[in-house]
C-alpha cells in the first residue's frame, strides 16, 4: 500500500506558508507502515490539480489531498475531485444542518458561500470527524481512493488519525495494530544513546517485536520512539509498554519525559509534587529559562520569578555575588543562592557563560557555569557548547533544568 | 517562463524535516516574476527521482532540484540528472582541489567518499558560488534546464540568489532588474494598514511602477514588501527608494524597521544612540522580553537586566509595587519604577496581565497592562489580544517593545 499527498494552496507555492501539512501526514503514514514515495504542492488551479490528481491516482493506490475545502470561490478541491471521479455534486442535507447550527450558536447568520462546503461527490462518503465547518471526503475511483482534508491543522490532523490511516491499513489488508510512544532524553549524544541501547537493537532486529529510532530534537531533548505492531490493540500495547519499559531501565536517568512532556513541564511537576517554590538568576540565558516556565500553564503555583543579571553590577548589587569576574563558578553560586534570597524560593537555577561570537573575561565563546541550588546546597558544573548564540543558550537552558531535575528526583 | 521545485530526501517526506527550502524558492521565483505551478518532494531513490525530474522537465522550462549532492552514497541527485541528460559523469578538476583545500586547512585528510562531490555531468556547468563542499550545478537538456542545488539552507540560498534566478530570467528573456525592500510595521492591523494605502495601492495599480504585498508575521511585525522592476538596476533602485520613501511616509511611526531588522533590533540600538540603559520587569511575558533582547548581539551594552516577578510577593518585595491587586495600571507602573530603581537603568519595560486560559483577579485572559518610563515619567496603557497563551505573550513582547521604541523616538 502506498499512498502520496497532495497539498493545494497558491499562497503554499509562493512560500507565505510552509508546508507543515504533508510533513506531518508522511510521518504518520511511516509509523503506520504506509509507504509515501512522493509529495507534490500546486496551487488554487483546477487543471492543475485535476493533474496532480490523476498522476498521483496513476502511480499509487491512494492520495490524501490537503487544503481547498474552505468556502470561498477558490477552494475548489471538492469540485475538482468530483470532475476526476466522473461524478456530480450533492448537496448533504447532514452538513447543510450542521453548518446552520455552527451559525445559529454563535449567533451568526451563514454566508451563502457556506454551502458550498456541504457538497458532496455522488459515491463520496464524509469522514466521521468534522471540528471546523469543512467535511473530509473518502472518495473511491476503483480499487483507489482519494481522501480530502482540510488545511487548518489540526482539523486535518483529526481527521487524518480518526479515520485515513485506519481506513488505508483497512485497504492493505494490514488487520494489526501499530502503536508508538517516545522517550525523551538528555544528558548524552545520539551515539552515546544509541551504543547503550546497541544489545536491545540487535534483539529487536533478530526477533522484530519492535522499533527504535532516535531524533535529534534541540531544545526538546533527543527522543526515542519506540514502535510496536501487533494483530491486536491489546498486543501491540502489551509489546509496547514492555518495550518501553526496557528502554527507559535501559537509558535510566537520562529519560526525563514522555512522548509530548516537556523539559520545563517535568521540571513544574517535580516542584509541585515535593512543595517547593523556584527563582531563578539568568546572565547568559537572559530570561529564557523563566519565559520557557512561565510558558507552562499552572506554572505560578511553583515559579517565585526571577533575576535577570546581564550586567555585571546587576549581579553584584541584585544578587550579593561579589565583586570580581562573572563567568566563574563561584559567581554561578553566589547568583543562585542570592535568587533563593531575592526571590525567597526554595530552590534556584543560575546561568552565567559566554554566548558569543566573542570571548569574555577570557573565556572561550559556549562556555556556560550552570549552578542550582536545592535545600541549601549549590552545585555547580562546567559545560561548553558548540553552535552559534541561539543554540549555545538553547543548550543552556535545557542542561540547567536537567541538573535541576535530577537534584529533585534524588530528594 | 515557469519553474518548478524538486525537493530530494527520504526524510523529508518521512516528516523527520520539515522541507522550508521549496518555499523559500518559491518566494524568490515568486519576486522575479517566474512561475511556479508545482513542488515535490521525493525520497533518495534513483527511479523516482528520474521519473520526478523526467516529468518535472517535460511540463515545465526549468526545475531547481534541492538536495542529495552530498558526499554519501544515498547522495545520487547528480548521478540521477547524467541519467536524465544522457552522458556519464566526469571528475572536475578544480572542485577535487577545492575539497583538497578545504579539508587540509581544517587539518584533515579527505575520506574518499568526498570525490563524489566532484563528479559532473558531461555538459553541466558549476555555480560559481560554493560556500559548502557540494557544488551546485546547470545542467542544459536542450532548451530547457536543471538547476541542482544542496539541501543545506545558507548554501542553496546562496547559489539560488548568487546565479539560478538570474540564469532563469535571462532565459526568460527579462533583462529587467527586480529590486524589493520590506517595511516592518506595528500598532495597526492588515486591513487598517491596507486602508492607509488604498491610494498608494491604486496609483500603483494603474502605473504599473511597483508592487506592494502584505505579509502578517505574528513577534516579526506585519511586513510591507514594496517590489520594483525596470530595464537597469540604476532605475529599479530608483523607483524602489523613492516608492519605499512614499509608503513608509504614509505609515509613518507604523513603520518600526526595514528588511531583517527585528524590534529587538531597533530597541537596542535606540538606547545605544541615546545613551541609555534598559530594566525589566516582566511578569506576563515572563522573561521573554528579556531573552528576546538578550539574543541581540552587543545587548551587553545597553541591557542592564530584569526581575521576572512572577509571583506577586516578588513584586511587593524586590519591585516594591504597593501590596494589593497585580493586574492593574497601578502595578504596571509601580514595576516599571521599581525595575529602574533595583537595575540601576534609565528606562524600563513592565509588564503584568493574563496570558489564560483562566482569568486573573477578575481581568479577561488577553489583558495585559504594559507600563514604560522613560527620562522618571512612566506610561501606562491596556491592551487585549485574542489567541492562546502563547500568542498573548508574543503580541505583549513586540507591543511593549513598541512602546518604548515611539518614546525613545519622540526625545
Redesign the interface.
Known amino acids: 500500500m502506498n499512498c502520496e499527498v497532495v497539498a493545494v494552496g497558491t499562497e503554499?507555492?509562493?512560500?507565505?506558508?510552509?508546508?507543515?501539512n504533508?510533513?506531518?501526514?508522511?510521518?504518520?503514514l511511516?509509523l503506520a507502515g504506509i509507504d509515501?514515495?512522493?509529495?507534490?504542492?500546486?496551487?488554487d488551479?483546477w487543471d492543475?490539480i485535476a493533474t496532480?490528481l490523476r498522476?498521483a491516482l496513476d502511480r499509487s493506490d491512494a492520495v490524501i489531498v490537503c487544503g481547498g475545502l474552505g468556502p470561498t470561490q477558490d477552494d475548489i478541491t471538492r469540485d475538482v475531485i468530483a470532475e476526476v471521479m466522473g461524478v456530480p455534486l450533492e448537496e448533504d442535507e447532514e452538513v447543510v444542518e450542521r453548518l446552520l447550527e455552527m451559525f445559529g450558536s454563535r449567533g451568526r447568520s451563514m454566508p451563502r458561500n457556506n454551502l458550498r462546503q456541504a457538497l458532496v461527490p455522488v459515491g463520496a462518503t464524509r469522514i466521521a470527524q468534522q471540528p471546523g465547518t469543512a467535511p473530509g471526503l473518502v472518495c473511491p475511483i476503483g480499487d483507489k481512493v482519494i481522501f480530502a482534508v482540510p488545511g487548518v491543522p489540526y482539523e486535518m490532523q483529526e481527521m487524518v488519525t480518526g479515520t485515513v490511516i485506519g481506513e488505508l491499513r483497512r485497504r492493505a489488508g494490514d488487520t494489526g495494530v501499530i502503536r508508538s510512544r517516545t522517550l525523551r532524553t538528555w544528558g548524552h549524544s545520539e551515539s552515546g544513546i544509541a551504543e547503550m541501547l546497541s544489545d536491545r537493537l540487535e534483539e529487536l532486529d533478530r526477533t522484530g517485536a519492535a522499533t527504535i529510532a532516535f531524533?535529534a530534537s534541540g531544545i526538546e531533548g533527543l527522543k526515542v520512539r519506540v514502535t510496536a505492531k501487533a494483530a491486536t490493540a491489546a498486543e501491540a500495547d502489551a509489546i509496547l509498554a514492555a518495550e518501553v519499559a526496557e528502554v527507559a531501565h535501559i537509558l535510566a536517568d537520562y529519560v526525563f519525559s514522555t512522548d509530548d512532556e516537556t523539559m520545563e513541564q517535568v521540571v513544574i511537576e517535580l516542584l509541585r509534587e515535593r512543595g517547593l517554590?523556584l527563582g531563578?538568576a539568568?546572565s547568559l540565558?537572559?530570561?529564557?529559562?523563566?519565559?520557557r516556565?512561565?510558558?507552562v500553564?499552572g506554572?505560578?503555583g511553583v515559579?517565585?520569578?526571577?533575576?535577570?543579571?546581564?550586567?555585571s553590577?546587576?549581579k553584584f548589587?541584585?544578587l550579593g555575588v561579589p565583586e570580581g569576574p562573572v563567568v566563574t563558578e563561584e559567581a554561578a553560586i553566589a547568583m543562585a543562592e542570592g535568587a533563593c534570597r531575592?526571590?525567597?524560593s526554595h530552590v534556584a537555577i543560575a546561568t552565567t557563560g559566554v554566548?558569543g561570537?566573542g570571548s569574555l573575561e577570557g573565556v572561550a565563546p559556549g562556555t556556560a557555569f550552570l549552578a542550582t541550588t536545592v535545600g541549601g546546597v549549590t552545585e555547580v558544573g562546567m559545560v561548553r557548547f558548540p553552535g552559534d548564540?541561539?543554540r549555545v543558550?538553547q543548550f543552556c537552558v535545557i542542561t540547567a533544568l536537567d541538573h535541576l531535575r535530577r537534584r529533585l528526583l534524588a530528594l
Open positions: 503554499l507555492l509562493l512560500g507565505q506558508i510552509v508546508d507543515t504533508s510533513s506531518w501526514i508522511g510521518e504518520q511511516a509515501c514515495y512522493l509529495q507534490t504542492k500546486v496551487g488551479n492543475r496532480a498522476v531524533l517554590s531563578l539568568e540565558t537572559g530570561g529564557m529559562i523563566s519565559s516556565l512561565a510558558g500553564e506554572a505560578s515559579l517565585r520569578g526571577g533575576v535577570v543579571s546581564y550586567a553590577e546587576v548589587e541584585v531575592v526571590l525567597g554566548a561570537p548564540r541561539e543558550r
